[in-house]
């Protein structure tokens, strides 16, 4: 347990963050349609390697979370993706969930599924150098819903989990991500986000999961996309922080939140806005483990074109020296201008 407990801390440490690279094949694939870019297997590759390889990445990034398909994938040279992120000073994770489905009796809701066979695949991943893990479970808000069913079968499967990621010696990172879809209140999203979490500490708790050796990545409390009122920066941060006050054992090791879909400057807004006003005062350290708000900047300047790659990498480089400085609490607007 020491191991996972020193991992879990790694990832957390300092100013550097999680990078998120984990989009399944769909995801992906939406993502370049969206742009043009081939929807193809050897695409998918050159992107990871564009940026798995981007310089100085490893100065503001701790982990980067891997895709079944991308762990297994190498540079164009051969080198394998792990041995490249392992280089430059990153600890390689992993996605294991196999996606979030429509749950049954359940209209409108989703439940993440991939626990069968789960404990040979952590195995396999560990043996490829994988040190951490990652299982994200969605609970979307709106009339009626999140329902207690929807809640508490997420909240035991991402415990399910977590017990079988710290039997195999990988660190959980834990995310139940209430959606930011709807006209949803900030004042909504905090009840929502306080009652899945209190859910998953519960399942976390009962199935013998050891707070120590996890991480949490959790959404931020913010007003649903299309909510009329849109609180401020200030405000959504505080709103997050007393949030997760009520509802995260001091015990985790730290808390890396996801973007979901949130513009990539407001992310690192708000990340910068908690660490300026709580940080002293909170018991575990906030960090990001960003997807799109790392990623989307670089991926629109590549398109698919290999003359792209280098402005792209100074793109992807410059939003993970947003988010470090969001960490420090030194994230200024200025920031996107150099
Ligand atoms: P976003 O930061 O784009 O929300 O992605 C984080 C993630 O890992 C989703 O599972």
Redesign the pocket.
């Known amino acids: 347990m020491e191991k996972i407990i020193d991992t879990a801390r790694a990832l957390v440490a300092g100013d550097k963050g999680l990078l998120?690279m984990?989009?399944s094949n769909p995801t992906c694939n939406k993502r370049f349609a969206r742009l043009g870019i081939p929807q193809t297997v050897e695409s998918r590759r050159a992107y990871r390697e564009l940026i798995v390889t981007t310089p100085g990445l490893g100065e503001c990034i701790s982990g980067a979370?891997l895709y079944d398909e991308t762990i297994r994938q190498q540079k164009k040279d051969g080198t394998p993706f792990v041995k490249v992120i392992i280089d430059a000073g990153i600890i390689p994770g992993i996605?294991v969930d196999t996606g979030a489905k429509e749950m049954a009796s359940h209209p409108g809701e989703k439940i993440t599924e991939g626990l069968d066979g789960l404990r040979y695949r952590l195995a396999e991943y560990s043996h490829m150098g994988a040190r951490f893990a990652?299982w994200?479970a969605v609970l979307a808000v709106g009339e009626g819903i999140p329902s207690r069913g929807c809640i508490e079968a997420n909240a035991q499967a991402l415990a399910r989990y977590a017990a079988l990621c710290q039997e195999a010696g990988l660190v959980p990172v834990i995310?139940p991500?209430v959606l930011m879809d709807g006209e949803h209140t900030l004042k909504r999203c905090r009840e929502v986000t306080e009652e899945v979490l209190r859910m998953v500490f519960d399942h976390l708790y009962t199935q013998g999961v050891m707070f120590e050796g996890m991480l949490l990545?959790p959404?931020m409390v913010l007003p649903g996309l299309a909510c009329p009122s849109q609180e401020t920066v200030e405000e959504a941060a505080d709103a997050t922080m007393k949030c997760l006050l009520q509802a995260v054992p001091a015990a985790v090791p730290g808390i890396a939140?996801?973007?979901?879909?949130?513009p990539a400057e407001l992310?690192s807004a708000r990340l910068n806005a908690m660490n300026v006003r709580f940080k002293s005062r909170l018991p575990w350290p906030l960090a990001?483990?960003?997807?799109?708000?790392?990623?989307?900047p670089a991926l629109e300047i590549w398109q698919g074109e290999e003359a792209y790659v280098s402005a792209a990498q100074q793109a992807l480089l410059q939003r993970a020296r947003c988010n470090r400085a969001a960490r420090r609490g030194e994230y200024t607007a200025a920031m996107e201008r150099t």
């Open positions: 998120a984990d989009e979370i996605k990652k994200r995310e991500e990545k959404n939140f996801l973007s979901g879909g949130q992310a990001f483990s960003f997807a799109r708000a790392i990623q989307q």
